[in-house]
């Protein structure tokens, strides 16, 4: 939004609030519980909703995000050995789907409960260059705990390793 806007990010959150709102995210929400919903196609049938439901989420990915930015996401999974996949909150759902999805396709994917335990799995993947697709995209975040098992052996043989966290 802060990008279309032509903004800074800080600036859609205090406009947020002054329309009585805590932030970006709950405007989001609440914006989607007060759009129309289109009108269920054919004959009503779950499968027919399930599927309009799936047409609509894809459209709205091809209108928010470039292809260029789906090629290189796929490039990036292609060429992943283990995908750690996180999410908390609201996007705790979104990340276990995401997983899912992945697994599906066949790829080694780990998607943690919890901090702790994703802060232990973030640990024990193996140094790697992070990729990050956007300017906006989050940071690397370096971690005080130490990893465990075999990624402690490599975090001794190279600079401290980033861990990527995005929420």
Known sequence: MAEL???APSSVVRACQRLGFRGY???KIEAAREAPRPPAPG???????????????LRGVG????????????EVLASAGR???????????????????????????DVPPDPSTAQLAAG?????????PSATAAPP???STPPAGPARRAARSSP???TPVHR
């Open 5 to 7: 806007a032509n903004t």
């Open 25 to 27: 995210q709950e405007i």
């Open 43 to 57: 004959d009503g049938s779950a499968l027919a909703v399930a599927l309009s439901g799936a047409q609509e989420a």
């Open 63 to 74: 209108a928010t995000v470039g292809g260029e930015q789906i090629q290189h996401a796929a």
């Open 83 to 109: 995908v750690l996949v996180l999410g908390e909150g609201l996007s705790g759902a979104v990340a276990l789907d995401a997983a899912y999805r992945l697994r599906a396709l066949g790829m080694a994917v």
């Open 124 to 132: 024990c993947l193996p140094p790697a260059r992070p990729v990050w």
């Open 141 to 143: 975040v370096r971690s």
């Open 160 to 162: 401290s390793p980033a």
